[in-house]
């Protein structure tokens, strides 16, 4: 069996504690691969978007995320280009908020949303409908329901008895959603076993090696209250080239065979999903958008052409590679625990709370002294934060200045995407606001949680 490696060999991997990677030469450098566009020192500090994170966190407080509006629409900006025959639908379970859907309405991207609440958002700020996507494992009767009376532009089906629930809805609605199947294709992404989502064993989609995707359009196609539009393929996340998509195209392509055989029906769309992979720490080697076009353009070309299919729409899906480079995530320092022979344990104000990422499947991540520059040497650290959890931990090794203090502020990058999605109130702490920093200026597009917030909901409690 043919296995595709495209995150590379080093992601998601945990380098062993006894070996982790040598100290930068610079410890006040900031990779640019790794950090927004933006982002500088002036006087010493880190700025974003020409804003001191010293100011940032003297208005906003801290944790604080920080996204570089500029930074996120020029990605758009170039997907857009890239796929410029095709669509670009941003990924909205990576990071969404209402200026987020504005911003890539305004840059001219569709939108994905994976439930209920995320269309609420788009909906709450006039985004479109039709150029939104619906996805989502298990989409219940309201999600459908809302998502049919909206008028979204497709509906992403993910099992039999979602097609029976959207037929029956679409009937009794007087709509006729036109729809796309998600195809397991079989191919290993070698990336983390949580984000690899295209091998058979898993929740998502219609296994095509079984059958189960050729019955799935069988289906659609004897209910007229459905339009079948095409198939949809996601292989993973955080990945790096495109050799999961050329084989993941080939089986697509003979399902797509298999269609036309059987039912004399060419499907023309096809959605190829995302996961394109970003940098998080020095190495990693992001993939270019136009190269990504290029080589996806090469591959879906190529695999129609050798079974005399028309070449498809092409639709992506970017989600991380749009906004995750652009976001940082600022804390405090509190506490600093020398554990002699071992490591430095940084604590900071926030944790596990606001980046599930490094407990949930050992994501890596790159920081800086922000609020300062430093000449001390190099100490070999644990970043962690306040939370009742050993697992708490934030970055788990980094090279800091020896003389790191409390009150410092350090900043983490590439936090943009997920890491607010993800965000809970464990041991009842808030979740951080988002500001968005652009030319000079700073606004709150998310604002901070506060305690009232969360005893808002408590029955037993009045505010």
């Not at 994976?114 to 309201?142: M, R, W």
């Not at 497709?154 to 709509?175: H, M, Q, T, W």
């Amino acid at each position: 069996m043919s296995r595709a490696h495209p995150a590379g060999s080093r992601h998601a991997d945990i380098l062993p504690e006894d070996h982790p990677m040598p100290p930068a030469e610079d410890l006040n450098a900031l990779v640019p691969a790794v950090w927004p566009r933006s982002a500088k020192r002036e006087e010493g500090a880190l700025t974003v978007g020409g804003v001191d994170v010293r100011d940032l966190a003297g208005e906003y407080g801290t944790p604080l995320y920080v996204l570089d509006e500029e930074d996120f629409r020029a990605r758009c900006r170039e997907y857009r280009a890239a796929f410029h025959d095709g669509d670009v639908h941003y990924a909205g379970k990576a990071f969404l908020c209402g200026a987020v859907a504005r911003w890539i309405d305004e840059e001219g991207l569709g939108l994905d949303v994976c439930s209920g609440g995320e269309l609420a958002v788009a909906l709450a700020v006039d985004f479109p409908p039709e150029k939104i996507t619906l996805h989502g494992s298990n989409k219940s009767i309201a999600e459908l329901t809302r998502a049919l009376e909206a008028g979204v532009g497709r509906i992403v089906v993910d099992s039999y008895e979602e097609i029976a629930r959207l037929g029956f809805l679409a009937d009794k609605l007087g709509k006729r959603p036109k729809v796309m199947v998600r195809v397991t294709t079989g191919v290993e992404a070698h990336t983390h076993e949580f984000i690899a989502t295209a091998h058979d064993d898993q929740k998502f989609g219609f296994a095509r090696s079984s059958g189960a995707a050729l019955e799935a359009v069988r289906r659609i196609l004897e209910l007229e209250q459905l339009e079948l539009v095409g198939l949809h393929s996601h292989i993973g996340s955080q990945i790096f080239d495109t050799d999961g998509f050329e084989v993941a195209a080939h089986r697509v392509a003979e399902l797509l065979v298999a269609i036309r055989h059987e039912h004399g029906v060419d499907l023309p769309e096809l959605d190829l999903g995302g996961g394109f992979g970003i940098a998080y720490v020095a190495g990693d080697d992001a993939p270019d958008p136009k190269r990504l076009a290029d080589n996806m353009r090469r591959i879906v070309a190529r695999e129609c052409e050798s079974y005399g299919l028309a070449v498809p729409r092409l639709t992506v899906e970017p989600g991380r590679g749009i906004v995750g480079p652009g976001g940082i995530t600022l804390y405090e320092v509190g506490t600093i625990k020398d554990v002699e022979g071992i490591r430095t344990y940084v604590s900071v104000d926030g944790g596990m709370s606001d980046n599930l990422r490094t407990a949930l499947y050992g994501a890596e991540y790159t920081s800086v002294l922000a609020s300062r520059v430093s000449e001390a040497g190099p100490m070999l650290s644990r970043m962690v934060g306040k939370h009742c959890e050993s697992g708490d931990i934030v970055v788990r090794d980094l090279w800091l200045p020896e003389d790191l203090a409390v009150g410092d502020l350090v900043a983490v990058a590439a936090t943009g995407a997920y890491c607010r999605s993800m965000a809970s109130n464990y041991n009842f702490v808030p979740r951080p606001a988002v500001v968005a920093v652009r030319d000079g200026a700073s606004r709150v597009i998310v604002r901070r949680e506060t305690e009232d917030d969360l005893l808002r909901l408590d029955g037993e409690v009045t505010r």
